[in-house]
């Protein structure tokens, strides 16, 4: 039985498949191991251009808060760059040294 199956394998065609699928596998230009790497890479991508995306919209809203509501305007400039009114004063409260 096992001498029918390696009869069988001992055949030009076989070693020619066996040569390409090497070949294939390691030696070519665009090989299934690069494949692989370029498809990771790929995926990679994707998942930053979602992100970027979201956080592309969810500026958009802010932006679009900021320029219909003056009170949201004022607490964002308070909050962001710590600007003030002219009568108050700002008191910046730091917790310990990281």
Do not use: P
Not at 22 to 49: C, E, M, P, V
């Amino acid at each position: 039985m096992l001498s029918k199956i390696l009869y069988r394998l001992n055949n030009k065609y076989v070693y020619t498949f066996l040569v390409f699928l090497a070949w294939i596998i390691f030696f070519d230009k665009n090989n299934l191991i690069s494949r692989y790497k370029t498809i990771k890479t790929l995926q990679g991508t994707q998942q930053q251009k979602e992100f970027y995306q979201n956080q592309i919209s969810n500026d958009q809203k802010i932006i679009d808060g900021l320029q219909n509501d003056s009170a949201a305007l004022e607490r964002f400039a308070r909050e962001k760059y710590l600007m003030k009114r002219d009568n108050e004063d700002i008191f910046l409260v730091v917790d310990g040294e990281k």
